[in-house]
């Protein structure tokens, strides 16, 4: 099974510049639980974005440069999208999460080869560079919703929306 995680604005933005265009503590610590000890399929421009290499996680890297390389033991760059799914299947006993950004979302996603989406829909338009594809209400099922108010923690009110894939 493979999941997919993302926040996206009411306007389906997801990053600006190279980065996130928001504060949610909370979301990223629901991120946090949900993905540590898991594996992690990425495109090359979401992980020169992380602040470092995930504790605890697998990052499986998708780049088109044959010479890109990045000297971590937790870190593997795969030339094609659909290989570095596969080569994610052969940690067995870990659930697999495509974490972004907007061009590997828009391909697993017309490719079939998400099951779930955990979607945190931040409730605000937000100017970006970086989207989340408009999904199909004929193909996922909303199967659970939890709200999350705008605070200290948070800069913007959001809700984590799980969907399931059944078209
Ligand atoms: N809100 C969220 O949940 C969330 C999550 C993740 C990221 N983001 C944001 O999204 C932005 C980055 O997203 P992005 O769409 O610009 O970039 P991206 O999808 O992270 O990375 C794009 C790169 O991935 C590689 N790639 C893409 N498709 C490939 C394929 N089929 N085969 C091989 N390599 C492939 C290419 O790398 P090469 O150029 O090296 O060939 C491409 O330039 C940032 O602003 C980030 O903060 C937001």
């Known amino acids: 099974m493979v999941s997919l995680i993302v ?15 928001w504060r949610l503590k ?12 898991h594996v992690l399929i990425m495109g090359r421009k979401t992980f020169e974005s992380l602040p470092k290499v995930l504790p605890n996680r697998v990052h499986i ?20 999208l659909d290989e570095a ?9 870990k659930q697999i999460f495509i974490i ?10 017309k490719k079939k080869a998400v099951n779930k989406i955990y979607l945190t829909r931040v409730k605000a338009y ?3 560079d970086a989207f989340f ?20 923690n948070n800069e913007f009110p959001f809700d984590i929306i ?3 894939r059944v078209g």
């Open 7 to 21: 926040a996206a604005s009411e306007n389906n933005v997801i990053g600006k510049d190279g980065k996130l265009p």
């Open 126 to 128: 937000i100017e970006g």
């Open 133 to 152: 594809p408009e999904i199909s209400p004929k193909d996922w099922k909303e199967v659970t919703r939890t709200s999350f108010p705008q605070n200290e």
């Open 162 to 164: 799980e969907y399931e």
């Open 85 to 93: 799914i596969d080569f994610a299947r052969t940690f067995l006993g």
């Open 61 to 80: 890297i998708v780049s088109r440069d044959k010479n890109y390389d990045v000297a971590d033991e937790n870190c593997y760059v795969i030339n094609i």
């Open 26 to 37: 909370d979301d990223m610590q629901f991120f946090k639980k949900l993905t540590t000890s």
């Open 100 to 109: 972004g950004g907007g061009s590997i979302y828009e391909q697993a996603i």
